[in-house]
């Protein structure tokens, strides 16, 4: 086996001293050096492999019959998933946020997966375990604004209650156990539209959780503009991993 290596310009500096060769018998021309030295050189092989990840990695990891080429495929798996979570905005997310009060927008970033033009909170006033306050800022530049009764512009319900549920999103993916999830709508019930919304209105949308489960959350919607409710709604959500 050691000359197969030399002659394929490998192995050069390993001789049967300094390099444990085992064959049918068992080691050949060496022995060991702890009883346990074949798992520690695995051990050692894995945590090897791992740093090749490049960032820290926390868990418990059980490896059985490892190798060089399974450790490879595992630390694809995880760049593979970092990948995903990268593509959908939650890159940044390994602060727990939830505890934090108020959120700028960098913040709120690094938990919805929206971008612009679909990122509709622009500030967490308000963050508390079962409640959540966010501001959405409504201008005349908006891009809604081109289609939607230029004439007289006015922001579509629909966007409205979008507001409201990402600033739901917001409190539900900011805790640790869901970092990495995706909140899906399942329902929307109980809507009720009072006024229209227009350019230069600042909605006020608070949030409270009615039911918060591993896989699902509800939550009681309200947005205000100065004081007075111009819609409310019962949203649930399906929290998934991405």
């Given at each position: 086996?050691?000359?197969?290596?030399?002659?394929?310009?490998?192995?050069k500096?390993?001789?049967?001293?300094?390099?444990?060769v085992?064959?049918?018998?068992?080691?050949?021309?060496?022995?060991?050096?702890?009883?346990?030295?074949?798992?520690?050189?695995?051990?050692?092989?894995?945590?090897?492999?791992?740093?090749?990840?490049?960032?820290?990695?926390?868990?418990h990891?059980?490896?059985?019959?490892?190798g060089?080429?399974?450790?490879i495929?595992f630390l694809?798996?995880?760049?593979h998933?970092?990948?995903?979570?990268?593509?959908?905005?939650?890159?940044?997310c390994?602060?727990?946020?939830?505890?934090?009060?108020?959120?700028?927008?960098?913040?709120i970033?690094?938990?919805?997966?929206?971008?612009?033009?679909?990122?509709?909170?622009?500030?967490i006033?308000?963050?508390?375990?079962?409640?959540?306050?966010?501001?959405?800022?409504?201008t005349?530049?908006?891009?809604?604004?081109?289609?939607?009764?230029?004439g007289?512009?006015?922001?579509?319900?629909?966007?409205?209650?979008?507001?409201?549920?990402q600033?739901?999103?917001v409190?539900?993916?900011?805790?640790?156990?869901?970092?990495?999830?995706?909140?899906?709508?399942?329902?929307?019930?109980?809507?009720?539209?009072?006024?229209?919304?227009?350019?230069?209105?600042?909605l006020r949308?608070?949030?409270?959780?009615t039911?918060?489960?591993?896989?699902?959350?509800?939550?009681?919607?309200?947005?205000?503009?100065?004081g007075?409710?111009?819609?409310?709604?019962?949203?649930?959500?399906?929290?998934?991993?991405?």
């Amino acid at each position: 086996m050691t000359n197969a290596l030399v002659k394929r310009g490998l192995g050069k500096g390993a001789d049967y001293e300094n390099t444990l060769v085992l064959g049918k018998k068992g080691i050949i021309k060496n022995k060991l050096r702890f009883e346990d030295e074949c798992c520690r050189h695995k051990m050692l092989d894995l945590m090897g492999d791992i740093y090749l990840l490049g960032r820290p990695l926390s868990g418990h990891i059980i490896a059985i019959k490892s190798g060089h080429s399974l450790n490879i495929k595992f630390l694809r798996k995880i760049k593979h998933y970092q990948e995903r979570i990268k593509g959908a905005g939650m890159e940044g997310c390994e602060a727990d946020l939830s505890g934090k009060g108020q959120l700028d927008i960098n913040d709120i970033k690094k938990i919805l997966p929206h971008r612009y033009p679909f990122l509709l909170v622009d500030k967490i006033l308000e963050m508390e375990d079962k409640r959540i306050v966010g501001i959405k800022n409504v201008t005349a530049g908006e891009q809604f604004f081109v289609g939607h009764f230029p004439g007289r512009p006015v922001m579509p319900g629909v966007l409205v209650i979008e507001a409201m549920a990402q600033t739901a999103g917001v409190l539900m993916l900011s805790r640790k156990e869901n970092q990495g999830k995706l909140a899906y709508f399942m329902s929307i019930n109980n809507v009720k539209f009072r006024r229209v919304v227009i350019p230069g209105d600042q909605l006020r949308l608070e949030v409270e959780v009615t039911r918060l489960k591993t896989k699902t959350g509800q939550v009681h919607t309200q947005a205000l503009v100065n004081g007075r409710v111009v819609c409310e709604a019962d949203l649930m959500f399906s929290l998934v991993d991405i």
